[in-house]
């Protein structure tokens, strides 16, 4: 195979998607629960709302946030463009704020793997 760090990559994603697919659908966490089941109830709402996402975008969020890749590589492990995957980053985050509000936003910066500030601000225009 011509890229072998790109196929692993994608063959990993792709893995761990299936995984979450086969889980039955978390109930969403409507109040954040004090005590250490916090950060698995928003685990659970965190990939309540990556299963709302498009295959593209819940791959593209993936790679970039959790398995904290440039878009460059993620361009690259994906074999499209760096447009494009700014543009499915910037759909994927704007419908993973609007699925998870207020407390499980704020409280996603417990949770290992996700960036410290939770969700990353959209960004200005280019």
């Known amino acids: 195979h011509p890229a072998p760090d790109a196929w ?3 063959t990993a994603t792709n893995l761990a998607i299936d995984e979450l697919r086969r889980r039955p659908r978390p109930l969403s966490a409507a ?3 004090a005590g250490p089941e916090d950060a698995v109830a928003l685990r659970l709402a965190l990939a309540h709302a990556l299963a709302s996402l498009s295959r593209q975008q819940r791959t593209i969020v993936t790679l970039r946030y959790l ?3 440039s878009e460059a590589d993620v361009a690259t492990a994906l074999s499209i463009s760096p447009g ?3 543009t499915h980053l910037s759909r994927g985050l704007a419908r ?5 509000r207020g407390p499980e936003l704020d409280a ?3 949770v290992p793997g996700v960036p410290a500030a939770g969700l990353p ?5 280019r």
């Open 67 to 69: 398995a904290d890749l």
């Open 84 to 86: 494009t995957v700014k």
């Open 96 to 100: 993973l704020r609007a699925e998870l």
């Open 108 to 110: 996603l910066a417990l």
């Open 31 to 33: 109040e954040p629960v």
């Open 8 to 10: 692993v990559l994608r």
């Open 121 to 125: 601000q959209q960004e200005g225009p």
